[in-house]
């Protein structure tokens, strides 16, 4: 109940412009690092991320390999809000994956992701559990699946508090995971594939 209420409260919050940070990317991603998954390896080039000005949106072409999109600044408690929307395809067996990350640490070893496909939002990731980095899932405790089609906008927030990370999906809290030994870290966002779009890229310190 308490994240829910810290999730009600920062959207009001937003509403009025009150504590909320716009990091949407300037055109030469200043702010940003792109970073390879698995961590280590050179990103390809040119890069799949580009900003589209007059539609307001960050544009991952999905066509250079799997990485991630990481903002510069690392945060302790904070709720995360991003808003995006699939191309649609005219497979329709595609399978849609791309992903929003939460206290990262600076390579992307360690990560706590918000899923964003067909199969719904959960959180997973690859953590410490006393200290040795293990995966969870959370797919099988979602709520439900709030995720809509290809070609629509979807909206998360992610809280993280304190041990736990919250996501929610559409306005809806769908997944809590409580046992996160990482108090500070990065927000992300996943190139994996496939072309996304997101805007409304915004941090609110808890």
């Known amino acids: 109940m308490r994240i829910l209420t810290l999730l009600l409260l920062a959207g009001a919050a937003w509403a009025q412009g009150d504590g909320w940070t716009d990091i949407f990317p300037d055109a030469g991603f200043s702010q940003w690092t792109r970073i390879s998954i698995p961590p280590g390896k050179p990103v390809t080039q040119p890069s799949q991320w580009k900003v589209d000005a007059a539609a307001g949106t960050l544009v991952c072409e999905g066509n250079g390999g799997h990485e991630m999109l990481r903002y510069n600044t690392p945060y302790k408690n904070l709720v ?85 990370i919250t996501l929610s999906v559409n306005g809806k809290v769908v997944n809590e995971y409580t046992q996160t030994e990482i108090l500070e870290g990065y927000v992300a966002l996943e190139a994996e594939g496939y072309r996304i779009e997101f805007r409304n890229i915004r941090v609110k310190p808890l």
């Open 80 to 164: 995360f809000h991003v808003e995006w929307k699939f191309t649609k395809l005219p497979d329709e067996k595609a399978k849609y994956n791309s992903g929003v990350f939460i206290r990262n640490d600076a390579d992307g070893t360690i990560w706590h992701q918000g899923q964003t496909g067909a199969d719904g939002g959960y959180l997973f990731g690859n953590t410490p559990v006393n200290g040795v980095p293990q995966r969870f899932n959370l797919r099988a405790q979602m709520v439900e699946n709030r995720v809509k089609p290809a070609g629509e906008w979807n909206t998360y927030d992610m809280t993280a508090q304190g041990r736990t």
